[in-house]
Every structure is written in C-alpha cells, then in structure tokens.
C-alpha cells in the first residue's frame, strides 16, 4: 500500500525558504496527479489546495508565485520549494495523491501523508 512521508519542515522567519520533500513508499507517484494541501483550521478536512502536479510532471495548479512544485527522477519523491515566506504560511503541510490524473481537488485525493509543520516567525 502506498505511503507518503513528508519532511522538510520547521521554523524560519519571515522572507526566509524552505524545501518540502514527500517520499512514497512501496510506489511510485507516477500515473497520478499530486498535491501539496495546508491545513487551514482544526478541522482535517479544511485544507487549501496549494500545487497540484498532473500525472505527466506538469504542474497545473500554483496558489502563489512564491511556491514551486517539482518532481524527482525517480517518480517517487515531490518536492515545494517556498520562498518569501509569510506569518500566514504557517501550517502542516500535507502531500496527497489523486484518484484521478490531473485532479487535485481534496475530496480527490485518496493517500495523504501525515503533514510537516511550517512555522514562519515575523
């Protein structure tokens, strides 16, 4: 069964970058779409679509410029780079895969990994 490991995250301050990295295990990603969702309230299914990544490594979907999805050679590893952070970036990170090839809509999504915390200071 597929299992997805995020990592990566933690404190920075404000302006600062980091790198997410989300791992599969047991499979690849390939021949789905991928997701990175932040969670936005205490409520697990409230979480805000921020890339989304077709199952051909095309990004289709970027909440904002600062952020940059990508893939690894291996098909089995996707990352976000974030730069520029802000206060409001802050949240658990959450890597998903799709159902589908290039859909990213949460209820969607039927693997999730167990979320990275970003904390960005001011």
């Known amino acids: 069964q597929l299992q997805l490991v995020e990592s990566g995250g933690g404190l920075v301050q404000s302006g600062g970058s980091l790198r997410l990295s989300c791992v599969a295990s047991k499979d690849t990603m390939d021949g789905y779409a991928v997701g990175w969702f932040r969670q936005v309230t205490w409520n697990e299914r409230d979480r805000e679509e921020i890339?989304?990544?077709?199952?051909?490594?095309v990004v289709v979907k970027s909440v904002n410029g600062r952020f940059a999805m990508s893939r690894g050679v291996a098909k089995n590893t996707v990352y976000l780079q974030m730069n520029s952070l802000k206060p409001e970036d802050t949240g658990v990170y959450y890597c998903?895969?799709?159902?589908?090839?290039?859909?990213?809509?949460?209820?969607?999504?039927?693997?999730w990994g167990k979320g990275t915390l970003v904390t960005v200071s001011a």
């Open positions: 998903a895969r799709s159902r589908y090839q290039s859909n990213c809509r949460a209820e969607n999504m039927n693997t």
């Open positions: 890339s989304c990544m077709s199952h051909d490594g």
